[in-house]
């Protein structure tokens, strides 16, 4: 209870902050809302040129892309300044600060820098979301508690890919390309994975998960998922393992040899 009191009332300062400088929240907020509006236009555009994505019409690659944004916007929230805050500390020499705040320094990282105009980027995904669902119809009430349960397996993979992330840092703290390398990574959550090679297919769903981020959720309101979604479902539990357990490792080595 204390530590979701803490979380809670860091949020709430982040909000006030905000709210000092509305002007600039909203505008980022904006076009962070354009950008995520714009993105779907490459889709249109395929489709308007007799393209397509073998099997699926264009309304539902737009649900796809739309809950991958949905997911991303809430672990950006949550989790993308991880990456940045912890690169910053170690290239400042600053990190032994975090190490002595009273709770972990994952939960200190994650609490003190919750992103607000990530909003904006969720707030799309759910407008694009409601749009294409309305042209394509949903499955059955199974089928939305289905989507519910990937769509959170989603958000793991995410917190479990900032988490990585921020771990590498401790080692290559002067590479700042380290996310873009996994944003490209996490693309592939964007699209039908029956559009890949089947290499490829099985690397999205069983080593890195990406595939859960965007494609098996919207599947599974479209009624469309079948059981290698739900086999996909440990591999996302145990990646997020993996980089809780990277980066507390990385912090024990940072304390080691003395920062």
């Known amino acids: ?24 929240f909203i505008m980022g907020s904006f076009i962070t809302l354009l950008s995520n509006i714009l993105f779907p236009l490459v889709t249109i555009l395929i489709y ?32 993308s300044s991880v990456v940045w805050v912890t690169m910053d ?4 020499g600053s990190f032994e600060t975090v190490l002595l705040k009273p709770v972990s320094p994952l ?9 607000v105009q990530s909003i904006g980027l969720f707030l799309g995904g759910v407008i ?14 199974t089928d939305v508690i289905a989507f519910v349960l990937l769509f959170l397996a989603g ?30 990574i ?13 290499a490829m297919q099985i690397l999205s769903v069983l080593i890195i998960p990406v595939a859960v981020i965007g494609f098996f959720p919207a599947s599974a309101l479209l009624g469309r998922a079948d059981k290698t979604a739900f086999f996909s479902l440990i591999p996302c539990v145990l990646f997020l393992c993996f980089g809780i357990w990277l980066y507390n490792k990385m912090i024990r080595l940072y304390e080691g040899v003395g920062g």
């Open 1 to 24: 209870m204390k530590h979701i009191r803490i979380y809670f009332a860091c949020v709430k300062t982040a909000f006030a902050q905000v709210a000092a400088y509305r002007a600039d």
């Open 186 to 198: 996490s693309t592939f959550g964007k699209y039908p994975i029956t559009i890949f090679p089947r």
């Open 155 to 184: 958000l793991l993979v995410l917190c479990g890919m900032n988490l990585i992330m921020a771990a590498i840092s401790f080692k290559w703290v002067g590479n700042s390309r380290i996310p873009e390398i996994f944003d490209s």
């Open 89 to 92: 500390h170690i290239r400042g």
């Open 107 to 115: 939960f200190f990282i994650m609490s003190a820098n919750f992103d």
């Open 128 to 141: 694009m979301a409601v749009i294409a669902a309305v042209h394509t119809g949903i499955g059955s009430f």
């Open 48 to 79: 308007a040129n007799g393209a397509q994505f073998p099997g699926w019409n264009m309304w539902e690659v737009l649900l796809i892309q739309s809950v991958y944004s949905m997911s991303t916007g809430i672990s950006s929230m949550l989790l």
